[in-house]
């Protein structure tokens, strides 16, 4: 706890440092902590809990602990207990579903607020990730977190509205705060050369894991089967990266889709793209789509839960529509190939295009680093803050 002469102690906890958009986020927060009236800043630690290599750097002076997790979440659990009890933070903030479990568990026994972010929509993760026994098991797993936890943070509504409605999280006790960007440094990363061999003059882009959620076969199809002039890039690794690769090569289209791999600074490709296209099944919040905007891409996407039709500007894509001129971005139904053709037709139009990439950097000024940072660290003063007037009644 803060005294006159000890820094308040603040304990972040996530898996590892890996290139996800949790990670962003978190090292993104970490920038922005404030400092105190009386000139001083609290005391910041960071817990991982797995032993595996960075990706993402951290401010010098934050306090780093590395566990030896091994993704189980019993040892996670175990050995954040003891490395918690030895800290003794005033509170803990924690990213990702075994973080979450844990922290929410070790707060509850040792009588330290927490908060948990809730980064993904749980409901259409677990359906896409289990089925039967398995699925229901893991569908009881996230209510223990939310019912551990002094607070709860959803990165968009769709993932509040999910934690609800699917797996009893109190409302009461539930705020969303959206991810935060460093629009400045993406620009800046936008600007440079792209590192990709051969890069064309023209071409769209898609961007993310090549898994089954992100649906990168129906961008594919939908782009072949608009006929462009020029090819579709897609940036990234996954286990689907072989059945692609001979998708791509059966439809001998390998002139036109560019199996790209994920680069270290994927900015400095995005930044040149015609426009972005994400096909995705569920997401969170989409980091990726709103990169885009951040550069002025224009972007069209699915209306997946959660998170594309909120930051376009609409609760949902239109049902008697196939396509959705939405006010910052077009979104169209999940799994339609016709609607995501007819949307990559429609965005090819000089002036479509030329008013979605003014209306993608409006939109990005709603999500710099300053507003949303300052919106998680209000809230962690404000639990702090209550969690400790409740401690000295």
Not at 169 to 177: G, R
Request: charged content about 20%; aromatic content about 6%; glycine content about 4%.
């Amino acid at each position: 706890m803060k005294t006159e002469n000890t820094p308040r102690r603040v304990m972040f906890v996530i898996n590892s440092l890996g290139y996800g958009g949790a990670e962003r986020a978190l090292t993104n927060i970490l920038a922005t902590r404030p400092k105190h009236t009386d000139g001083t800043s609290d005391e910041i630690h960071l817990v991982l809990l797995d032993t595996l290599p960075d990706a993402r750097p951290v401010p010098p002076d934050v306090i780093l602990h590395r566990l030896n997790g091994r993704g189980s979440l019993i040892r996670s659990m175990l050995q954040l207990r003891q490395i918690t009890a030895k800290i003794r933070p005033a509170i803990m903030i924690a990213l990702l579903l075994r973080a979450n479990l844990a922290t929410a568990i070790v707060g509850r026994m040792l009588h330290i607020p927490t908060i948990i972010c809730e980064r993904m929509h749980v409901s259409s993760h677990l359906a896409q990730k289990y089925r039967g026994v398995r699925r229901r098991l893991f569908s009881r797993l996230p209510r223990i977190g939310y019912s551990f936890s002094t607070h709860i943070l959803a990165v968009s509504r769709g993932v509040a509205d999910d934690m609800v409605e699917q797996h009893s999280a109190n409302p009461s006790k539930l705020s969303i705060i959206n991810n935060p960007f460093d629009l400045a440094r993406i620009r800046a990363d936008g600007a440079a050369a792209s590192s990709v061999p051969n890069i064309p003059a023209r071409f769209a882009i898609a961007i993310g894991r090549l898994e089954p959620a992100k649906n990168m076969k129906l961008a594919i199809d939908a782009f072949l089967a608009a006929k462009l002039d020029f090819p579709l890039m897609i940036l990234g690794e996954g286990s689907l990266r072989p059945a692609l690769q001979h998708y791509i090569e059966q439809q001998q289209a390998q002139d036109r889709i560019i199996l790209a791999s994920y680069q270290d600074n994927p900015f400095a490709t995005l930044a040149k793209a015609q426009f972005y296209i994400s096909a995705s099944r569920n997401e969170g919040f989409p980091n990726a789509m709103m990169e885009a905007m951040i550069l002025g891409i224009p972007v069209i996407a699915t209306d997946c839960p959660s998170g594309p039709a909120e930051i376009a500007g609409v609760e949902s894509a239109d049902p008697t529509a196939p396509v959705t001129l939405a006010p910052y971005a077009i979104i169209v139904p999940m799994d339609r190939q016709d609607a995501l053709t007819s949307a990559i037709t429609q965005i090819c139009k000089a002036d479509l295009n030329q008013h979605y990439r003014a209306q993608s950097l409006l939109r990005a000024e709603d999500f710099t680093l300053e507003k949303i940072g300052a919106h998680y660290w209000r809230k962690i003063e404000q639990i702090a803050q209550s969690a400790r007037r409740r401690s000295t009644k």
